[in-house]
């Protein structure tokens, strides 16, 4: 695929919003506590950086599929799939089909991804896509007449609502990103007030 000075900002763009969910899968500790949430099949859970949360889901088809799709706070999305069994490399450009069940997304820009033994990719829809994936009943993606994956999405509109609070959560309390440091003792109030004269020692 020829690469264009967009596409090459899309890759980077979306290449760095998977380093969230990177870190939260590698064991972070995300910057705000919030605690695992269950919503069914899927877990919802805040990245480690504050800035948004995730949804993840497993399954056991093709040899593991995992399915993410996170939500940042300021509306932004992605959604991922990985699977062991996938050649996909790190950065590839590709264009995949996905299809819901209320509605398509033909020949759309994704980028290759890896993480813990896994390869896949990542990709990102508009600002409607979040209520779409909640009231459907289906995934599918396939790359041009190959199926890719056919997945269940099952009760994801309790998982996208759960996603919706964590987010508003997130937001309305943003994360403490440790700029803000502690005042020295060694610095005074008033660096620049007059300095006191030394007493004199005859006295």
Known sequence: MRMTRGSIARVALLTAA??????????GTAAREYP????GDWTVAASKDGKGCFLTREYESNGG?????????DGTNR???????????????????????????????AVGIASDGKQGFVTSFGAKFPSLFATSKTLDVSRGDVPVERLDLGD??????????????????PADTGTAKARSDDIPKDPFAPTPK???KRQ
């Open 198 to 200: 030394a007493k004199s």
């Open 156 to 173: 994801a509109k309790a998982a996208i609502r759960k996603l919706g609070k964590c987010v508003d959560e997130q937001r309305d309390s």
């Open 65 to 73: 599929t995992t399915l993410l799709f996170g939500v940042d706070t």
């Open 79 to 109: 959604l991922s799939l990985l699977n062991p069994n996938w050649s996909i490399k790190l950065e590839d450009k590709l264009k995949l089909n996905f299809r819901l069940s209320n509605s398509s997304y033909p020949a759309h820009f």
């Open 18 to 27: 998977f380093t969230g969910f990177i870190s939260l899968v590698s064991g």
């Open 36 to 39: 695992l949430r269950n919503v």
